[in-house]
């Protein structure tokens, strides 16, 4: 067989197994979105939850979901910079770093329900933070961090190292060079980390049944007091998040409408994790010309 | 400009980070206490068998609808964490499915009972199998692994195939303590919640397990045992054997704010209607009560 | 290749004002004790060009970049580097206020990921300076040493990355004089550029030695003699032989000076 | 010139950046090990207990297959075997990433080299799009379709270890995907180019440059998504069937360490020896993926190009 002809075979069985994936995802989001589009309304976005009879809503599963990603993001993203920051930049090349980079690549691995009981004994028992949207948002660090850490680092270091020398070279600080020049550089890489790890959150129930807890109390939306217990900005109460509601619909529910309930908590779901990478890709082209200075 | 702003916005977040993560324990503890002081509001937290959190929820959301001093929290996690957590003190009402003392590990008579309603359970099987009613003794031979197929019932010539509950499951306690008369089930397929069992059973041929009553619907059939119907009358009477209590324990008797609500829960207003809705049979109804050895006296 | 005798060489202190000076420096990579840079002991007169030259690998960058310590993290440099009689390669010394006066510009153009003026003006800003107008004078005055204010003077908000090799190049030079350096390292700065960038490059050199020393790698033995006042040759991590440009060129006291410049090594 | 040398060594707003910017950096790695430790720690203890306070014997519970931690067996001792769990964690693990992996690289190859613009553009969000579909949702997806059509094709119940692998499969390959595709994106364009330029087909170049180029990062790809399918529980634990037995073939339902353990932690009391054999089932999880992790460490390593 001649170079050309392999490479032929070769390109058309990646073609066929990229047609195979296409075709995965099609069937996977078609199915989803499909059967929950109908059950999707205006009152099925706005209303509460039932727990017995038909008719209940996500409103407030909804809003915990992106409350949630919100405190996670706040809590491990600045976590998982710095350690990146840490590992492409200061660490040295010995087993040290490699048996750091084990242990954070280990995190990932933990079943969800290993870190909600430790969450949950942790957290929620011991430090007396009680089922908590904050005990969750901790939980779901642990599942981010390698991701974030990962992907952070990796965008760093497809930096060139030029930049690190340009900047080091007039006299700049690391840490100002790091800040000023290397991450801008990275962003959009970083951007995708986000993305992805915000998917996990999203879509994560086993932990947070045990930390964020199954239940969503009635939210107060025009209470803006974070310290009040009935306002929905308070990280102290408990927070079903939809992937939890689908969750706990499917197993104990015994609304009549379950079926449906899930169907449709499941499109909107897709939808959101949809929007939010829309958004996040246009937010970081947004913010990687204004650094750049491009037009 | 922005850059400064995203770098500071950066650190505020890594600090705010810190922060939370390292002393939200001591903050949360002391803006509790401080609750406490200000509006008396009491917080009770009831974790448990994810088959009571229905009821307890919609109990506790009316509860306080009506009483603003209490802050109620009701979560699933099963009954064992309810009874572990409540014997260590660190939930104030601990849901369970069986009774304390059929739970190793658990000091029964440090924790006190209350019975809130009563499930009734049935063996459930795919509609495919042509079989309506079955003997205890058949049912119990069936759950052990000495009949494989379902023509040796009666039905069609198809292998039977068990699903059952996951061990240690207040369900499972409930059913074999019921039904296998303290022989081992064969090992087999376990699933740990009444909606999974429901569609397995629905979508695998020849397939038997159990449910509870509410989780019966049109795409499983109910099999009656010795030609008893399963029915929430049947139950009340103890000529359908396998239901059990939901309980809610405390760690000795409830203090105030506890005794309260378990107080409501037992009242008619949940009782007669609530739980009902819910699929449970009222503990009103109840002719005949049953301990934790299985007894069941008039 | 032919074994030339490394211990043998000629190095003589020129008699102009002295801007740096290194004096029995080495340098050793990684945890290695083999040195890459062995008892290298120069000295370069002020407002001049100093060229550096040798084969690949001979040790010239690795020198070069010594002077200004960029190879801190990766190099171990024993020695004394004397400037303005301090030692700079003291651990006590302040490496970035070090670099401030010590510039230098690579060997491909490496402009930031930002708008033109602001490549100038991201340091500034980290220094200390804010007063706008200060901030603009710096850059007009930087690009026009580096002569490319008039080529980019109506585009100063558009990337960098959007100009060309040698004027991206000339940018870092750019960037490298606002700091007002006192010393300028140039590591083969004209090596990834075509010949009329490189001319360019070169006039706006010899324009900067009014006011700056420049030290300059490079592998171009024209570029060398057409630009520089002094020529170090450089090989295997020894200093061969370090003399006024013309001598190096034309008479050299060293067999393997002789043979790399008339192009008859290796 | 005094001044000079004063500034030349006195410290600067850059070294005090500079230590402020250690400081963040080293405060960010040491909470993150402090974690790491503190659920290591955590999970170890509990998991050792099984063997320390219950006295359960090391190798009866690596190599037995009855798993009935609340009855005891002839002799008195506790059914507490772990082999059905550990092979069947094994084999889904295993043969999902086995599947999963020539799918990721060629459709990161599809990203990246062979048609870069649409591609990517239209695959990239929807790959993103897969990591956040909740577990359940697979699991129900699994159950209703994979599950019938399994059953369907080698009669039985259907569920068991192919079902797992299909389900799992779909699941890792998104993280497999993407971070196949930065691990291909950070190879430099001049090694294609250098490759195509001597004459090399895009396969040749593709086969023998990109793909050992990008060898540790696509390994590192590999693991994560090992990971995300050694850790998977729910979606699993639907298809797999949930029988502690030993898996015959590749269609009887069986267990794996995440499904046991969903499934029973609830319903187990802690302290108890039911549940301390769970913990232990979590700390043999741990210890697999920390072997696996090392070990494909190790293969990267060796396979690295310098540059």
Known sequence: MTPNQTDRIATQVINFLVLIVVLILFFLLGDIILSGFPHISWHFLTSPSSSFSAGGGIRDQLFNSLYLLVLTLIISFPLALGSAIYLSEYAGNNWRTGLIRTAIEVLSSLPSVVVGLFGYLLFVIEFHMGFSILSGAIALTFFNLPLLVRSIEGSLHAVPDSQREAGISLGLSNWRTIRGIILPAALPGILTGIILSAGRVFGEAAALIYTAGQSAPILNYSNWNPTDSSSFLNPMRPAETLAVHIWKVNTEGVTPDAVSISAGASAVLIIVILLFNFGARAIGNHMYKKMTGGK | MHKKTLLSTLVAFS??????????????????????????????????????????????????????????????????????????????????????????????????????????????????????????????????????????????????????????????????????????????????????????????????????????????????????????????????????????????????????????????????????????????????????KNVVTK | METYDLSQNHIVTPPEEIALSTNQLQVYYGSGSRASMTDASLSFPRFQITALIGASGSGKSTYLRSLNRMNDRIARIEGEIMYRGTNINSPKVNVYEVRKHIGMVFQKPNPFAKSISENITFALKAAGITNRQELNERVETSLKEAALWNEVKDDLNKSALALSGGQQQRLCIARALAMKPDILLLDEPASALDPISTTKLEVTLKELTKNYTIIIVTHNMQQASRISAYTAFFHLGHVIEYDQTEKIFQTPEIQATHDYVTGNFG | MDDIQHKLTAPSKASREDVMGRIISYTCIAAIIILVISILYFITSRGVATFTANHVNLWQFLSGKEWNPGTLNASGQPQVGALPMIVTSFSVTILAALVATPFAIAVALFMTDIAPKNGAKFLQPVIELLVGIPSVVYGFIGLTVVVPFIRHLFGGTGSGILAGTIVLFVMVLPTITSLAVDALKAVPTYFRSASLALGATRFQTIYKVLLRAAMPRLLTAVIFGMARAFGEALAVQMVIGNAALMPHNLVTPTSTLTSQLTTNIGNTIMGTLPNNALWSLALILLLMSLVFNLLIRYIGKRGEIKS
């Open chain 2, 15 to 292: 600090l705010a980070g810190l922060l939370l993560g390292g002393c939200s324990s001591k903050s949360s503890h002391k803006s509790s206490s401080e609750d406490t002081k200000a509006a008396k509001v009491t917080k009770i937290t009831a974790v448990g068998s994810t088959a009571l959190q229905p009821l307890v929820e919609q109990a506790a959301q009316d509860y306080q609808a009506a009483n603003k001093n209490v802050n109620l929290t009701v979560q699933g996690g099963g009954s064992g964490t309810g009874l572990s957590q409540v014997q260590q003190g660190a939930v104030q009402i601990g849901n369970s499915d069986i009774f304390a003392e059929q739970s190793s590990g658990i000091k029964a008579d440090k924790l006190v009972d209350h019975k809130v309603a009563v499930v009734g359970m049935t063996p459930v099987v795919n509609p495919e199998v042509g079989v309506a009613n079955v003997s205890m003794a058949q049912l119990r031979d069936i759950f052990t692994g000495k009949i494989t197929n379902w023509k040796q019932v009666g039905g069609k010539d198809q292998k039977i195939s068990v699903i059952n509950r996951a061990q240690g499951s207040g369900t499972r306690a409930t059913f074999e303590g019921a039904v296998l008369e303290g022989k081992k089930a064969v090992t087999s397929q376990e699933q740990d919640s009444n909606g999974t069992v429901q569609k397995l059973v629905s979508s695998t041929p020849g397939a038997i397990s159990y449910l509870a009553f509410s989780y019966v619907n049109d795409k499983v059939k109910a099999l009656s045992i010795d030609n008893v119907k399963p029915t929430d009358k049947n139950v009340t009477t103890n000529k359908w054997t396998i239901w059990s209590y939901e309980h809610m324990y405390t760690k000795g008797q409830p203090v105030k704010a506890a005794a309260g609500f378990l107080k409501y829960m037992n009242s008619d207003k949940v009782q007669g209607s609530l739980v009902n809705k819910l699929g449970y049979i009222s503990i009103h109804d109840m002719k005949v009560t049953k301990n934790a």
